[in-house]
């Protein structure tokens, strides 16, 4: 169907072989040529580009035993994408005025994931309507995606169905895809009980947790999950364990009322 991208082809291993320049349904990205950067961002308007700079799928270990897994935030304009991503990065709070993302912006992290250089390139959306053309085709290269509400938003929550049926058509039905409640910190503004969260995780069969990133609550926990899944898909080692997200999550996770990352 329109506005749908075609299936990547798959490698011999059923992994998806790595993204070549493709039609994508809807007018294309403007992006600009920055995969190896430290940090980026992509704008609506402005010079097409060969292909989205994520890292190829297919996860194979390029260099340097380094895997690069590209990680994409969605959700709602206001949820907190942006500040979980700084909080994440920098060990940082963007407290005062909400500057709301234009486009796409991406900064890369290496995490040590039991003893394997996992790089992390987070690709941070515009939640706002006027910028989904942009980000439709970014998620069909993208191997995570942290979706998030705002425990303070109702209606946040309520979109999530509708993201999901987003990421259904234009992911990778292998993603990995994981639900954040941001903002747990406002006990005063909660309108999303953690339970309403947990209940429609289930649904889904998607792991949850609530973040903050004003008291760095779980942050770092979302995304070393995601690391730790993608180093294992990856890696697949015979007398290894499976590693189970859904399990990690469950065990390593924070309630609110601590403050610890
Ligand atoms: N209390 C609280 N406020 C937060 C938290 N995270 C973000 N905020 C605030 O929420 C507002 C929006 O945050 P952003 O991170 O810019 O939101 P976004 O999801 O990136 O929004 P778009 O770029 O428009 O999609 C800002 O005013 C932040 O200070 C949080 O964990 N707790
Ligand atoms: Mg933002």
Request: hydrophobic share 35%.
């Amino acid at each position: 169907p329109r506005g749908s991208p075609p299936p990547l082809p798959r490698g011999p291993s059923g992994v998806p072989a790595a993204p070549s320049p493709r039609p994508l349904g809807g007018p294309r990205p403007a992006v600009l040529a920055i995969p190896e950067g430290e940090t980026g961002s992509v704008h609506k308007r402005g010079k097409p580009a060969e292909s989205p700079p994520f890292p190829p799928r297919g996860l194979s270990c390029p260099s340097g035993g380094v895997f690069a897994s590209g990680v994409m935030l969605v959700g709602d304009s206001g949820v907190g994408k942006t500040c979980l991503l700084v909080r994440f990065k920098d060990g940082a709070f963007l407290a005062g005025s909400f500057i709301s993302t234009v486009g796409i912006d991406f900064r890369n992290k290496v995490l040590n994931v039991d003893g394997v250089k996992v790089k992390l390139q987070i690709w941070d959306t515009a939640g706002q309507e006027r910028f989904r053309s942009v980000t439709h085709a970014y998620y069909r290269d993208a191997h995570a995606l942290l979706l998030l509400y705002d425990v303070a938003n109702k209606a946040s929550f309520d979109n999530i169905q509708a993201w999901l049926t987003e990421i259904h058509e234009y992911a990778q039905q292998d993603v990995v895809l994981m639900l954040l409640g941001n903002k747990a910190d406002s006990t005063q503004d909660r309108v999303v009980k953690r339970e309403d969260g947990e209940k429609l995780a289930k649904e889904y069969g998607v792991p949850f947790m609530e973040t903050s990133a004003k008291s760095g609550l779980n942050v770092d926990l979302a995304f070393t999950a995601i690391a730790k899944e993608l180093k294992h898909r990856s890696m697949k080692l015979p007398n290894e364990p499976k590693f189970k997200l859904h399990d990690y999550v469950k065990k390593e996770v924070r309630s609110t009322g601590c403050c610890k990352s």
